[in-house]
């Protein structure tokens, strides 16, 4: 481990001269990568600093018990030993975590696709659900949402809403809610008390910055249209939504949540850029979960990730068979624990990858 740590120091050191570099602070791009890693690297760079010290002090600890010539500096160090020997192992796992290959995405912001799936009326509700689960989990985190578009159920919740989330590290705790979520209750408009099940798919996609995606706007298809649902005066009578067609995929992504036309054509071309960077990601999520055998962040939409069973108060997240008698709880937003446990569950699969590197 301490090889590794080695190679880590001098990458650090590396990027701090690094970023003080001229040409490096004039390119914007590169500089955020470099500081973003800077940041990273200082993190393990400090617990190194303290695996090191306490493997000093148990050398010392040693050298003094094995003299003996002080009984009292010898059960000094016979404590201090027993401590130092009782921290290691666990500030070892903590390095070993922290050393785990950062993925580059986690720290996007995201567009949020909730789609109402099999179920009528009761899936458009239950979407509506997880859009508040959502918002209320973002606000929790300190992150920021806003609507970019929808279409709103006619009983209630959504046939579909995108919305966008800003913060830190939006994607890294996101995207394991990509697929196909599941309901089980009486539906409001269920009159003999008979449990249905409705269905949702979320989708995910990390925001991409316009040099992660360059669209040639000559394949692009523009065309306006009125504002439908609320939104004042201006609803149904200027043509400020915004359609955006990429000819080559066929890819779609319209805005009418902004009175202005140019606000709505900016989010609609930030929702097709983002969904033309997720189709290559996709492509290597599925090579690195064909290696890897995992499905806790393939993001496949077609997977039944989650359960959510009201009769019952529980909630089922399926790839790691993890059941919450918690359901009240959760659809409030606190899906803390759950993605705390998929991203241990992810961690753990990539230790194993790196198991024999250290």
């Known amino acids: 481990m301490l090889d590794k740590l080695r190679i880590v120091r001098q990458r650090y050191d590396e990027v701090s001269d690094l970023i003080i570099q001229p040409d490096i602070i004039t390119d914007q791009q590169r500089y955020i ?16 600093e303290t695996y090191k010290t306490l493997l000093n002090n148990i050398e010392e600890a040693k050298e ?9 500096m010898t059960e ?24 785990i290959p950062k993925d580059p995405e986690d720290a996007k912001n995201v567009m949020v696709e909730v789609r109402a799936g099999t179920g009528g009326d009761e899936a458009s509700i239950f979407a509506g659900d997880l859009y508040r689960m959502y918002t209320k989990f973002a606000a929790d985190k300190g992150w920021k949402t806003s609507v970019v578009d929808m279409s709103e159920g006619t009983s209630g919740g959504f046939k579909e809403i995108i919305f966008g989330i800003e913060g830190e590290d939006v994607y890294g705790d ?44 000559k394949d692009v298809r523009i065309d306006y249209f009125c504002s439908s649902g609320p939104g ?12 955006l067609t990429h000819t080559p995929t066929g890819l779609v992504a319209q805005c009418q949540d902004q009175k202005s036309q140019h606000k709505n054509k900016d989010k609609a071309l930030q929702v ?6 997720e189709l290559e990601l996709a492509k290597k999520q599925e ?34 068979g993890l059941t919450l008698y918690d359901l009240q709880n959760i659809v409030n937003g606190d899906i803390h624990k759950i993605v705390e446990a998929l991203k241990l569950a992810e961690n753990t699969e990539k230790l194993k990858e790196l198991g024999e590197v250290l």
Do not use: C, W
Not at 184 to 204: D, F, I, K, L, Y
């Open 272 to 277: 097709l850029r983002s969904r033309l960077y």
């Open 64 to 72: 003094i018990i094995a003299d003996a010539s002080d009984p009292e």
């Open 232 to 243: 004042g005066q201006s609803v149904n009578t200027t043509y400020s939504a915004v359609r």
């Open 287 to 320: 090579a690195d979960a064909a290696k890897r055998k995992s499905m806790v962040s393939s993001g496949d939409r077609s997977a039944k990730i989650r359960t959510y069973n009201y009769p019952q108060g529980r909630v089922t997240e399926h790839r790691i």
């Open 33 to 48: 990568k470099l500081h973003k890693e800077y940041k990273d690297l200082g993190g393990v760079v400090a617990l190194a």
């Open 174 to 217: 996101m995207k394991f809610e990509a697929g196909v979520h599941r309901v089980q209750r009486v539906p409001q408009t269920e009159t003999q008390g008979r449990v249905h099940t409705s269905a949702a798919t979320v989708m995910v996609l990390p925001e991409a910055e316009e040099f992660d995606v360059q669209i040639d706007m």
């Open 76 to 99: 000094m160090a016979k404590m201090e030993l027993e401590e130092a020997m009782s921290k290691i192992p666990v500030l070892e796992e903590e390095i070993k975590f922290r050393l």
